[in-house]
Nanobody, 125 residues
Framework: QVQLVESGGGMVQPGGSLRLSCLAS????????MSWYRQAPGKERELVAG????????VYADSVKGRFTISRDNAKNTVYLQMNGLKPEDSAVYYC??????????????????WGQGTQVAVSS
């Protein structure tokens, strides 16, 4: 059974940093691209960043380019999101997701219907 367990969220001041982790199980991790999404109250879930199965290709939302970095460790079945220069508008619940990438485009796949519980990020002074 597909399981995604996110961790690492918390409350930080503007300009601060957090590193999110997502431990995946129940599928062949290195066969899938992975991504991070976020959902703020009253807003739709949005793609934040994606990384290809072996980490060669990445994609970022314009709002986080230059501040966030997605990475993965296939030996640990884990995908990370390093978030620097955090802003109040980054506050949301962050989720990881499995899918595919074509070049720098994220593509949902059969595993994309699976979500973890998410991890809350709050940026406030």
């Amino acid at each position: 059974q597909v399981q995604l367990v996110e961790s690492g969220g918390g409350m930080v001041q503007p300009g601060g940093s957090l590193r999110l982790s997502c431990l995946a199980s129940g599928f062949t991790f290195d066969h899938y691209a992975m991504s991070w999404y976020r959902q703020a109250p009253g807003k739709e879930r949005e793609l934040v960043a994606g990384i290809s199965s072996v980490g060669h290709d990445t994609v970022y939302a314009d709002s986080v380019k230059g501040r966030f970095t997605i990475s993965r460790d296939n030996a640990k079945n884990t995908v990370y999101l390093q978030m620097n220069g955090l802003k109040p508008e980054d506050s949301a619940v962050y989720y990881c997701n499995a899918g595919h990438m074509s070049g720098n485009y994220w593509i949902r796949g059969p595993l994309s219907d699976y979500w973890g519980q998410g991890t809350q990020v709050a940026v406030s002074s």
